[in-house]
């Protein structure tokens, strides 16, 4: 197959350049496309073939289910029970970076829901996404465009390295603002439980809903007898060919100056040994192979650049890489929580 690949020109017409991306859609093809949080894989969400070619072009296991994308929260009606609870967080966050579990309703295929009863839906908030979704005229059906396994596309060549041959066009809209898959949130009655962290942070969902449950996946390990929330939690993700090691920052006043000591002390016996940190942290050392997330604290950067990293480390000869993340608060959450899945929770004290 011949992958299209389309450059959005964002001072044009948007529904012009979109048109044949929305019929191929219609016509049950795949088309990946830009969103605010990372590049989605996208099929008609109400067609059962498409959304199998999905998990074909993927290699993702079927009992992994997709999200399906609206353009407006209020859509979501047509395919899951909603409730207070719903209007509350789509009032909050609805366009953007967040996903929402309900009870699905029947039109929605069981190859969507990986046969759960439960669906989960999405509003993006950037434009080309919200267009090609209404040029549609069907929900969307869409995972991560990358190969499973793989750290989440955050720009059109990663799709296009993952991709080329497999589906039918690919639209170029640029770099994802966020950089991070979507937060995810399960609705049960009035509760709300975190099962992915994202965008939205743990702090801005306890503002609006009150106490929310993290759900165990987000932060440990789970034993072979447990089971997620979110299956797509349970597989081996983002990690790079390299053993990836990870260190928290514990925001003690010697931590730059022992864990840069620490780290060039195995680059001097490994020159392949690459690092991941904070700029300050980076300045202090002397390797070849080190990836500045940005300043120290602007966590927002570190998750728009994290991915892209993971994925350039696969093309260095590096053999084991060090990695730096820092406090849970706020985005921090998601980005530890990405961090120690490609670590494979190999976290080590310095
Ligand atoms: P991706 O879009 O590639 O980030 O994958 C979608 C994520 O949403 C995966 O982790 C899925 O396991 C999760 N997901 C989708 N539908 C459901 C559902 N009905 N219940 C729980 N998690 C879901
Ligand atoms: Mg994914």
Redesign the pocket.
Known sequence: MITKFVKIDSKKDLSGQLSEAAEIIKNGGLVAFPTETVY?LGASGLDPDASKKIYLAKGRPSD????IHVSAPEEAEKYCYVNDMFYKLANAFMPGPI?V?LKKKSIVPDTV??G?N???VRCPSDPVARELIKLSGVPIA???ANTSGKP?PTCAEHVLNDMDGKIDMIIDGGSCKIGL?ST?V?ITDENVSL??PGGITLEMLERVCGTISVDKAVREKLADNERP?????KYKHYAPKAQVYLIFDDNSTDFQNRVAEFINAKININPLTGAMCYTELCKQLNGKYIKDLGKKNDKEEHAKRLFAYLREFDETPVTEIYAVTEDESGIGLAVRNRMIKASGYNIIEV
Do not use: D, F
């Open positions: 989605g992994n289910p997709l999200i996903t579990i829901t990986g759960l439960t669906v989960a869409a995972p991560s989440s898959e995810i399960k099962l992915r929330l979110a299956p797509g939690m």
